[in-house]
């Protein structure tokens, strides 16, 4: 099931149980929309449960798929009509791969896309096309992905199902273009899609929308390669990663970033800062606007859908941290505060500000704007530098705002459970309400090896809060390099938070899948069980070590607790037991006239 | 490492790292309870880490040990000291083996211990002393685990250590002897411990103490044998479990109980209603109170420190499930439903719950009132079942304290987040401010394979807000019997869980060992920085999969970013030049003459 190329192989093949349908958008029969939908066992008299889908081309046992050529461009049709006309790209410099020779340079992906650009004239960004009230295609599609479900859970029981606390989410019942129109018009949501990243598949981040992860991906001086990064990126969106930071350094950054980007359906972010000192030889004093003015261009061109800036890393915040437990923690921040220091100059990003506004929206490259200062320590959560640095990214992003530019702001980091909530209000008032797209937080620093789920914890709970995207941590963090299979702990772990808050926010379709799977669990129908999950493989091996037969996938106990012990079972006889008794409506008359005051109308299982 | 007798092996040994010690209590030379030191290289210049430690006597390679002997009878001499006579006790009967045949009949643990029981005139509780205001040897025991660190911690920086939110909690400066007495007095804490359990090393559970975790181990029909079960048990407290349930079913139940009570330092809890299920072979209706009585005797004279019993699940109730996603989720609950239906009456639970007290009462068996009615699904939680038998177990834990019994509560089950808290603010308020004791609970119900995860979000949570306990959940809750891997990460996971609880309700003591770990992990000590974690070995694991020398256990980076992006490494630089420029005082002042408002006084790190 795999593509074999002569340079890369990627993992294909539907994910287990589901097939990968199209919907089009109503009214837009050209804008067709990717979902997954599961099939359910034929004693569940339901309907397919269809889900949201991040996977990509590489799910769809139909679509040709040459890594070579890179995915469909599928927005080049709406961006061409938009004016946006090709131009003659910067060339490649030998620095952007870091002066590999030839030995070990990696060939570039050899897909062509044509590089656009867009001028003072002409509307380019997600947020110029919103202000001025003009619905993008893009839009459209994203629209229609994030209602999935919402007309089901309506004819199910809409007001039961959404019982949850938004804090101050406004969560329509139906998602509309015009509604997603209007929330990056007011900086509540991004839809990060640079023009040169034709291949991608739009989706929106934002506090009203299904709350999404990102994954990190990225090899670095001391391991990996380029065909484990692409393969990397397959991996994580097959998991549900709806976008990928390509985090890379070392050499060859360019050459390995054209492969990911020719083949992502999801956004792609970066850090250019990682890049640019690449550029001067890992010498952060070295660094000067030219070359980072240089980097940005480089990688817009390449299509990255949105930077993180450390624009907020201000030569004042630096004497700040020096009480700290773990001082500076996040590399980019570490990086500017190194070059302040070391020019005893307010930071070049900040002093830049403007133009490099003028360089991303002239690609809709979106920003994220840095938590340079983000604690790397319980002890050091919610301090001043923290704050300061946040205070500064809210001016930040009304500068970008007023440059067109779309924008979501970086958090913390490791923040234990009591402080975590300051944290979301303080972005929302300092922040004019811009995404909140925080990496974690870790709520204890005491578990390395398991800190996916300390900070699983802070992330469902920052996410229920309100923060639009929850950047994953594997396994791996503070010991080393993730790999295959902490990448895919890692998404899975996210998915599950990021559910949990949608749950808790009271998204009106969120528990659809909650209720399809424990409907399932209650009726024995392994198979359904393990395909509504989030990780069937994962789901049935576990079940299969105990009870590796076919005949078990129908029985009606499983090893945990044994066919006597089986309270699913027993509900069950209990329940066809009371039916045959006349019915459970009998049942309650009878308790009622015996003095039982604690009954309720009691109708068979919906 | 390991023993190995006749008939079982367990895992023996220090944990990579640590070294056990004996800290008297002060005042009583003679109660010596254990911890766990974690030396920290030199150049860390602090003094050694104490930690809780539940392990037992495997942990000390100094300790002889035995299996076939059991552990040594610390509590013998405290016990002898109340009246608390040897009498010849109930004889085992087949049934109480399940029938096993001479062939598959497992030999009972030859380790012989005095079988007490309390009269009707003697204090025998630990509720009964703390009501009359005796302070026992095992409150001075418990005092003196809970009270690590809080010396400490109080000549750090105690104020600023200790900024939780407690919800009503009220964490102690230091907690005395008289204060765990008060406590248990009050009924917000429980000190189960059996008089039949001399081997225990006590331990305290409530809301104004550490949050505690229990492990489930025990065989099922399907699966497991009785050395498994043994090891289990040493495994599960060797990570930190604080209590072990013996869930097992089928065989052997009795024999097997009697190696692990002989061999646990723990207290250990049970589940009666299982084994009376298997002595009238599997059929619920057969059940009748003799028999159920009779169980109960001869579990707490084996020494089971506390029972589980649901007999909160009225027939009245039952209706109240019938719209049910999942129904009746609780074994324990299904059986009795099951019984309630089958009878038309009410629970014979109910019935002669008085004179559940008088037995368990003699013993010192303490109550954990069974949740039956759980919620095994989102949908389900919070509804009119589980709350009204809420109200019943409130009703029974005001009757089990006026019969002199230590009581908890247990709770949910399947809850999303925003619907959390309710539980906690009921429980307290239904049930007298009993000890909460909850399974997870599990905040979304999509993730088979990951549920430990599912559940550590909403245990992190529920423990925060007030639960004394919280029972773990594996990896293969739903799917399978947990094997011995599944039980470390379930395990690990909720010691995870509880410390973020402990942070966020601000115990004193809590953020000693983060800010250790972040002192390590800032310094590079990377021995410290695995030795300071939950899980050393897996820590260890990771960091080599990439990095596998020696030299790089004092690299001043990981493979995560490699040498030139290591933020801490850049951080410490950073530090250095500054220091080097006159130090940070200076700079801050030269910074404040050109107009920087943000500055801070900074000194040197503490």
Redesign the interface.
Known sequence: MDIETKTLSVTTGPIAGSRKIYSPAPGHPDIAVPFREVALHASAQEPPLQLYDTSGAYTDPAEPLSLEDGLPKLRNAWLSKRGLRPYASRPVKPEDNGHASAETLVAPCPAAHDVRMGDETALVTQYEFARAGIVTEEMIYAAHRENLGRAAAHEQAQARLA???SFGAALPEFVTPEFVCAEIAAGRAILPANINHPELEPMVIGRNFLVKINANIGN????SDAAAEVEKLVWAIRWGADTVMDLS??RNIHNIRSWILRNSPVPIGTVPL?QA??KVG?D?AKLDWALYRDTLIEQAEQGVDYFTIHAGVR?????????????????G???M??WC??HHRESFLYEHFDEICDIMRRYDVSFSLGDGLRP????DAND?AQF?ELETLGELTRRAWAKGCQVMVEGPGHV???KIKANMEKQLATCGEAPFYTLGPL????????D???S??GA??IG?FGTAMLCYVT???????P?REDVKTGV??Y???A???N????HPAA?L???A???A??EFRWED??N????PD??R???D???PKEAHKSAH????????????K??????A??QRQEG?EA??AA?TEAG?????T?????
């Open positions: 019982d949850g606390e670095s001086a001391v391991t350094t070392g990682y000192l690449e890992g952060a030569l004042a915040h630096v004497p700040l941290t020096a009480r700290r437990v773990t001082g500076i923690v996040s590399r921040g570490s990086i505060a190194q220091l070391a790397g320590a319980n002890a001043a300061a234990p459970m009591h709520t204890t620093d005491i578990a390395p090896g398991y996916h789920i300390t699983a914890i469902a709970m229920w396994p791996k963090e503070h010991l080393g390099l790999n899975i772990t998915k599950l938070a559910h949990a808050a749950l808790a926010k009271g528990r899948r909650d209720d799977i424990s409907r669990r209650f069980q393990f509504l999950g989030l990780d994962t789901a091996a576990f079940h070590e105990t009870l106990f499983c090893s945990m607790c044994g066919p006597k012990f089986c309270s699913m027993i509900s069950q006889d209990i329940r037991e009371a459970m049942m309650r308790f039982g005051a604690l009954y309720v009691a109708k068979d299982k919906d």
